[in-house]
């Protein structure tokens, strides 16, 4: 009955968080569905820039197919009037001036805002009079407005020497060498994880390789209930903070921190701290430095199957139509402080809480039960549940918490699955600040 009651806690928990952003008020959903469209069209726009500067660099004449193309792929994140708007500096910038004013035309009648039909009047003047047209408080305007875009529109014609424009290039071609890095490792990590993951099956199969995990032999219902805790609190405390301590989330992020202990006091109050320790996997394995080091080198042998979960996501969204994007997008860029935080919760708190519940109190309470594999793949699809990204994200947070479930059931520790986990985030996190800052 305690179990069923458990199960009953998780599934309405996980099911409130997947459906808490239908709670929203409609106003702001779509103020927060506006400013992920505009990052994404950020990141899009400045990696088309910059193609387009390194193309004009090495003095190679871009045909007017791939002028296109690259123009597609920034007009498929332009949806509403106010992305509509920003992509015109990114037509004077692929295709000259003229298009940029007849793309003003188009979009007239949409800018029904007065700031918009304003700012589309400031960009009108500037690509036909020029920036030295404009007035102080209308370049303020635009610079204060639109970001990445309004720098764009008011560097137009300026040489490459000038400082606002030097800046733009430079921030556009830095997404372009940032995404050509991630290839790049994506492409060996990939290449180097499948010869891991051959010799891994291999050595395995002779028997050299072996579980290091020892599942408590009899069940223990408050792991599973613990869980069901951490999740009722990490719930409440976003409510707390949201409506009660009015701070901003990211801020509050490292609160996330006190949960795991919390939670984790409900079976340490009948078995002890020691034996809970023990059975989360809070040991010290076979060192640290080493734990850490198999890890990360785990995490790289199954980055096969995480490819594989990244592929069946890739098929569900074009499908579906819907990008799966984390909210943490929109702080990406926001300075070196915002930065910081990002990294320590990306890096920090989130393997550390989320490894000890998940890979921790869950995936032993079903060890108890079940093999290692259907233990992991559970987790793994708990795990991608209850991140934003949303359904079509799935396979991808689904596969890299399997893999982080089969590091935990290798090493008999949690410290190499809090590693891997770490080392995911702050591949994904130094793209985004790289690239968006």
Not at 273 to 285: H, L, N
Request: aromatic share 8%; net charge positive; hydrophobic share 55%.
């Amino acid at each position: 009955m305690r179990t069923i009651t458990a199960w009953v806690l998780i599934i309405g928990t996980i099911a409130f968080i997947a459906l808490a952003p239908r709670l929203i008020p409609r106003e702001g959903a779509e103020l927060h569905q506006q400013q992920i469209a505009t990052v994404e069209l950020t990141l899009t726009a400045r990696y088309v820039i910059g193609v387009h500067q390194l193309l004009n660099a090495t003095q190679q004449a871009q045909p007017a197919g791939q002028t296109q193309s690259l123009l597609g792929a920034a007009r498929q994140h332009a949806q509403s009037p106010l992305d509509q708007l920003r992509l015109v500096p990114v037509i004077a910038e692929l295709l000259g001036p003229g298009a940029a004013l007849e793309k003003l035309d188009e979009i007239e009648p949409k800018l029904a805002a007065p700031d918009l039909a304003r700012d589309g009047k400031t960009l009108r003047q500037i690509y036909s009079e020029g920036v030295d047209a404009l007035s102080t408080q209308e370049r303020e305007q635009l610079f204060d407005r639109h970001g990445f875009f309004g720098k764009l529109a008011l560097s137009w014609g300026k040489p490459s020497t000038d400082p606002l424009r030097y800046s733009v290039l430079r921030a556009a071609q830095r997404t372009v060498i940032a995404l050509i890095l991630l290839v790049l490792f994506v492409i060996a990590a990939f290449v180097t994880g499948v010869v891991l993951l051959i010799i891994f099956i291999i050595l395995a199969a002779q028997g050299r390789i072996r579980r290091a995990n020892r599942p408590p032999i009899s069940p223990r219902p408050r792991l599973l209930e613990s869980f069901a805790i951490y999740l009722l609190g990490m719930v409440g405390l976003s409510f707390a903070v949201r409506y009660v301590l009015r701070v901003e989330s990211l801020s509050a992020s490292v609160l996330i921190l006190f949960l795991a202990p919390i939670a984790l006091a409900w079976p340490a109050a009948r078995l002890g701290i020691r034996q809970t320790a023990r059975e989360i996997g809070f040991t010290p394995g076979r060192g640290a430095i080493r734990e850490i080091a198999l890890g990360l080198a785990g995490y790289i042998t199954g980055i096969p199957i995480i490819a594989v979960g990244f592929l069946l996501t890739l098929i569900l969204s074009k499908f579906a139509g819907v990008h799966p994007v984390h909210p943490i997008i929109e702080a990406a860029g926001k300075g070196p402080r915002v930065a910081l935080e990002l990294y320590l919760l990306a890096c920090g708190v989130a393997p550390m809480v989320e490894e000890t519940m998940f890979r921790g109190a869950l995936y032993q309470w079903l060890r108890t039960h079940t093999g290692w594999i259907i233990s992991g793949l559970i987790v793994g699809l708990l795990f991608a549940a209850v991140h934003p990204q949303g359904w079509t994200a799935f396979p991808a947070l689904a596969a890299i918490g399997f893999v982080l479930a089969g590091i935990r059931e290798f090493r008999g520790t949690l410290l190499p699955a809090m590693a891997a986990h770490a080392f995911n985030n702050f591949i994904a996190m130094t793209f985004l600040v790289v690239a968006l800052g």
